[in-house]
């Protein structure tokens, strides 16, 4: 099962996502991390901490899946 993650802007970066979801606990940090941890975004590795992640794009960190959902108000 996916978490759903629900962006507030058009889009969020990697670094900024690790924050997020508490894998990191600064930006600092993040850039440690993303080195570290085995990220796949859209099922390819990614390590760059600037990765601009959009609606519909999948993450899976250290084996859990996270799916990013539009920004946008749904009406």
Do not use: C, H, P
């Not at 390819?44 to 946008?72: P, Q």
């Amino acid at each position: 099962m996916m978490k759903e993650l629900k962006l507030k802007k058009e889009f969020i970066t990697l670094g900024q996502f690790l924050q997020v979801e508490d894998f990191a606990d600064s930006g600092a940090e993040a850039k440690k991390r993303v080195k570290e941890l085995v990220i796949l975004v859209n099922g390819k590795k990614e390590d760059r901490r600037g990765r601009k992640l959009y609606a519909s794009d999948v993450v899976e960190v250290e084996g859990l899946g996270f799916l990013i959902t539009s920004w946008k108000s749904e009406n």
